[in-house]
């Protein structure tokens, strides 16, 4: 008769029962792919709420330069609304056309306001472009669209709990270095993708700005007649421009004036600060100074 083999009890320490059903499934050697996952998905998020942030900073640009050829408009003329909204003004000589938003789509007036006590309403229609959308940008608005807000919200917290987990069940050297190099790839991708937009926002800011000296000038020659160029402390003192805007481009350096004849011409030294270099901004662009 032949003889059973003894069996062998396994004996489990109480660590190696904790898992449940992701250890039977063998989920565990998934655990560093689903950091790298939400490493990624969080990278994403910061990027594309970044992104949105730079247009909306530069549309709220946009019609803050609106805002201000309309009040100028209004004062003007006791009050009154602007025929045929933007483009009046355009025609009026108070703008040199109609502004865009980040998303190149025209701005919109509507004087009188819907909305008493306001005296009209200034808009852009957003990312959509539909008009009165949800995600339209007006000055004044503290957040318009909170849907990146809750994609960057949300993944840090889920990863801080996921590696909170990882940490009360003990981890490898493995998954350590693994965290470590997302955290790495993290930092190196928002460091690539939000240092340009942050220039990329001064570069649009400046151009505003100078486009807004530009048109101050051009009302004060009109208003003054003459070849005569102001500076920019004539044009705050006579109030063509408001004392509170910003007389300084995004890096600090003044704004330069050039009048001839038939153009004004306002340029910035740029990023570097050094006149005549390729990063210079000139408006209107292309403009021989």
């Known amino acids: 008769m032949a003889r ?53 900073r530069a549309t709220r640009a946009a019609l803050l330069v609106a805002r201000r050829a309309v009040d100028k408009y209004r004062a003007d003329h006791q009050g009154e609304c602007p025929r045929n909204g933007l483009d009046g003004l355009v025609a009026a000589g108070y703008l040199t056309a109609v502004p ?3 998303w190149e789509h ?36 503290l957040n318009t669209v909170r849907r990146f807000d809750a994609m960057t919200m949300s993944s840090p917290p889920l990863a801080l709990r ?15 270095l693994i965290v470590v190099a997302i955290l790495s790839m993290i930092a190196a991708g928002v460091t690539v993708a939000v240092l340009p937009k942050f220039k990329e926002a001064a570069v649009k800011n400046t151009e505003t700005n100078a486009r ?3 048109n101050a000038v051009q009302r004060w020659r009109g208003l003054r007649g003459g070849s005569d160029c102001p500076s920019i402390s004539q044009l705050v003192q006579d109030k063509e421009i408001d004392s509170a805007s910003k007389t300084d481009d995004a890096w600090g350096s003044p704004y330069k004036i050039a009048c001839t004849e038939d153009d004004v011409i306002v ?15 000139v408006v209107p662009k292309g403009a021989q100074r």
């Not at 050697?29 to 790298?36: D, E, I």
């Open 4 to 56: 059973r083999k003894p069996r062998t009890k396994t004996v489990f320490l109480p660590w190696e029962l904790q898992g449940g059903l992701v250890r039977r499934l063998g989920l565990a050697r998934a655990r560093p792919f689903v950091l790298l996952l939400l490493g990624v998905t969080a990278l994403l998020a910061l990027w594309g709420r970044e992104r949105y942030q730079t247009q909306v």
């Open 100 to 102: 865009l938003d980040a």
């Open 106 to 141: 025209k701005l919109h007036l509507v004087c009188p306001s819907r909305r008493p006590p306001r005296p009209y309403d200034l808009s852009s229609d957003g990312p959509d472009g539909e008009p009165g959308g949800l995600d339209r940008v007006e000055l004044g608005m």
């Open 162 to 176: 996921r590696a909170r987990r990882l940490l009360s069940r003990g981890v490898t050297l493995i998954e350590v």
């Open 212 to 214: 807004e000296i530009r």
């Open 267 to 281: 340029s910035s030294p740029g990023p570097d600060k050094k006149e005549g270099s390729a990063d210079d901004i």
